[in-house]
């Protein structure tokens, strides 16, 4: 999803700095490091860069699923995340 079409399904009062927005980045991001991933195997900062920003998805998207629950589960489906489970 481009990030205009998704800034304009975030409601106005929430933009840039809200956690959808952010949690929508990282996403971006992920993905876009997957995929230099697979053509470069042993470009290791990128995998650790790769490893910090899943980390920090993880993190907002917990934080979110304990704000508010039912937003948490629109979020995943538009992004298409799977649900991870706690231990």
Same mark, same amino acid.
Request: charged share 35%; glycine share 4%; proline share 1%.
């Given at each position: 999803?481009? =990030? !205009?079409?998704?800034?304009?399904?975030? +409601?106005?009062? &929430? $933009? =840039?700095? +809200?956690?959808?927005?952010?949690?929508?980045?990282?996403? !971006? $991001?992920?993905?876009?490091?997957?995929?230099?991933? &697979?053509?470069? @195997? =042993?470009?290791?900062?990128?995998?650790?860069?790769? *490893?910090?920003?899943?980390? $920090?998805?993880?993190?907002?998207?917990?934080y979110f699923s304990k704000k508010n *629950?039912?937003?948490? =589960?629109?979020?995943? +489906?538009?992004? !298409?995340? *799977?649900?991870? $489970? @706690? *231990?």
């Amino acid at each position: 999803m481009p =990030k !205009n079409a998704f800034i304009s399904v975030i +409601s106005t009062e &929430e $933009k =840039k700095g +809200s956690v959808e927005f952010q949690v929508f980045s990282f996403t !971006n $991001k992920i993905l876009r490091l997957s995929s230099h991933l &697979e053509l470069h @195997k =042993k470009d290791y900062s990128s995998q650790r860069g790769l *490893r910090k920003i899943l980390g $920090k998805r993880q993190r907002l998207l917990v934080y979110f699923s304990k704000k508010n *629950r039912i937003r948490y =589960k629109e979020l995943i +489906s538009q992004l !298409n995340i *799977r649900e991870i $489970k @706690k *231990r």
